[in-house]
């Protein structure tokens, strides 16, 4: 992203904020960080490890913090929002149900926000925005990862399935594969379920 | 049978067991329900989802309805309670450099009472007194905050209370980072297994009828959904139901053992469910009968009057309005869903859906639809009384 450019949309105040992140994985927290350093904001700290939590951030006294959904010291911060000293306040984003479209994209992204002190809305909304963009991002990359490593353990399956049969009825690959394909059709099952049946009750038998 | 599918966030903790019963034994299904039990990681990630509309009902800590609808916890959002899921279940305990000093001032060890306990307790003090709860809206720190309050040592004592995620409560302990945790099992008996900590008291001892964890939905989809309520708090009752069978407590220790929900071993879930505790590592365990209450002494009804008790406290701690806060309190709870739903299934009504708080300090057989009704204990341990009739 244009850095000048985005300074002449946002002015150059936007920028001058302090943002913690929360997030114990290294790779995650860099390219949040990446992210908001591409914005514009170069005032981010990363906060990995969670004890002391709410001791740490009224260290650090930032402007707005940033964690996963998912992250289970969300709680912990929680405590901070509702501290006593109004000077350390933080203000979940949600609290501001105005804009709402905003907030549900933030939930679906697994992005949760709070908002310290009086910060006007137009200063918080591009900040949130990036994050949330690259929120979806990782949960998307995420996503596909998890896919590739189960399609590549579900290979390792269908394989060791179709070896079996090879040795057990003397048969080509291609066929122990179309018996596969054909029993999981007249059960009106998938191939990966059928020959994970196969190898369960073979290592029962054996 | 249509079968209705519905999203119910829960948090995993021994307490979740009706819902999970619900489903695994296949109550829910009786009703044409299907329960999508979705495991989360935080009481703020429940309670943002369920205030968006990603969850259609939640097992909730019984304070939070109130404090969502005065606004005072994430997005303002109307979220009522149709019925209590758990009555007490909590332990309090302190770390084993808290415990070595109470000794030194005369504390004998073991489960005690509120009285003896307060004392050791806050003469061990060198500074604040860090106190671990899960969440600043549960009913672990409207106990703690009350019993110190309520021993008239306040003043003394320099509070700082530190909500701190259950599973991770031990690992404060023993990173110094706490000096006393209020957590529900099994948490409080991670600590002691991991020689880290000991208990002082379970929660009962200051409330001897707190209710735990509530089922909440929004107040909106409540009302436009009337037959997947019923069906819901039909099943989750007939669940707790089962639950308070003691015979069936070990079955139950084996479903939620196995099911993939809770991801909690045996030993962790025999504590609560069966009522048994090491107050220390290597220590005989002690009985605590009635340590967790699903359903008997009409555990699942929605009193106001409890909801009363909250908003009090809730609006002591927060400083607000204490006449708003206990009239916001009330309106989350809904004895008229319990009565309308729970009614034509043959469940035990009482007459009226507001008691005197803590005026029962033993089993008293009360008036009610089928006459069956055993009521208390539910003193608190100062032998106040609330009495919310008045600002209803």
């Not at chain 1, 001058?16 to 350093?37: G, Q, T, W």
């Not at chain 1, 910060?119 to 963009?133: F, G, N, S």
């Not at chain 2, 450099?97 to 005369?106: I, L, P, Q, T």
Request: glycine content about 6%; proline content about 6%.
């Amino acid at each position: 992203m244009d850095q000048s450019s985005n300074l002449t949309h946002h002015g150059p105040v936007t920028k001058n904020m302090k943002i913690a992140v929360i997030e114990p994985d290294p790779d995650r927290a860099r390219d949040i960080i990446d992210a908001l350093m591409e914005g514009g904001w170069t005032d981010v700290v990363v906060l990995g490890d969670v004890t002391g939590l709410a001791r740490k951030l009224a260290a650090l006294d930032p402007d707005l913090v940033l964690i996963d959904l998912a992250n289970p010291s969300r709680d912990a911060l929680e405590q901070v929002s509702v501290a006593s000293d109004a000077q350390s306040r933080p203000v979940a984003m949600f609290v501001d149900r105005s804009d709402d479209e905003m907030t549900q994209a933030a939930v679906t992204a697994g992005l949760s926000a709070y908002v310290v002190g009086e910060l006007q809305p137009e200063r918080i909304k591009p900040v949130l925005q990036t994050a949330i963009a690259r929120f979806q991002m990782m949960s998307q990359m995420r996503n596909e990862l998890e896919a590739a490593k189960q399609a590549l353990a579900d290979r390792k399956t269908v394989d060791r399935a179709k070896g079996m049969i090879m040795r057990a009825r003397g048969v080509s690959e291609e066929e122990a594969y179309a018996l596969l394909r054909k029993t999981a059709m007249s059960q009106n099952r998938k191939v990966i379920d059928v020959a994970q049946a196969l190898l369960t009750a073979s290592d029962l038998l054996t | 049978m249509t079968v209705a599918r519905l999203n119910l966030g829960y948090v995993p903790l021994v307490d979740s067991a009706p819902l999970i019963v619900a489903q695994e034994l296949n109550f829910a299904a009786d009703e044409g329900l299907s329960l999508n039990l979705l495991r989360q990681p935080s009481w703020a990630a429940l309670r943002d989802l369920l205030a968006l509309g990603h969850l259609d009902a939640a097992h909730m800590l019984a304070p939070m309805p109130t404090a969502m609808s005065l606004g005072l916890s994430g997005p303002a959002a109307r979220i009522d309670a149709l019925m209590v899921l758990s009555v007490n279940g909590t332990v309090i305990g302190v770390s084993n450099a808290m415990a070595a000093v109470m000794r030194n001032h005369g504390w004998p060890g073991g489960f005690g009472t509120p009285y003896d306990t307060v004392g050791p307790l806050l003469k061990a003090l060198d500074g604040p007194l860090r106190v671990g709860v899960p969440f600043p809206y549960s009913m672990h720190r409207l106990l703690f905050e009350y019993w110190i309050a309520h021993t008239g040592q306040a003043q003394a004592a320099d509070i700082r209370i530190i909500t701190t995620p259950p599973p991770l409560m031990a690992d404060a302990v023993a990173m110094g980072e706490i000096d006393v945790f209020c957590v529900g099992e099994p948490w409080g008996s991670v600590a002691v297994a991991d020689d880290v900590g000991e208990l002082v008291m379970p929660g009962a001892a200051i409330w001897a009828h707190a209710p735990e964890k509530v089922l909440a939905a929004r107040h909106d989809w409540i009302e436009e959904n009337t037959a997947a309520v019923g069906a819901l708090m039909r099943a989750v009752a007939r669940a707790a139901a089962w639950l308070d069978t003691p015979k069936n407590r070990p079955l139950a220790i084996e479903i939620l053992a196995r099911s993939a929900h809770l991801d909690l071993p045996h030993a962790a879930l025999d504590h609560a469910l069966m009522g048994r505790f090491a107050t220390q590592f290597d220590a005989a365990p002690v009985d605590v009968p009635g340590f967790l209450r699903f359903h008997d002494r009409a555990a699942n009804f929605p009193w106001r009057s409890q909801a009363a008790w909250i908003g009090a406290e809730i609006a002591r701690l927060a400083g607000i309005d204490r006449d708003t806060a206990i009239a916001a309190a009330q309106r989350t709870m809904r004895p008229d869903c319990y009565r309308q739903h729970l009614g034509p299934i043959g469940v035990d009504m009482p007459g009226a859906s507001a008691k005197i708080e803590g005026a029962l300090t033993y089993p008293m057989a009360v008036a009610s639809t089928r006459g069956e009704m055993i009521l208390g204990p539910d003193a608190f341990f100062d032998g106040e009384t609330f009495d919310f009739t008045l600002s209803e």
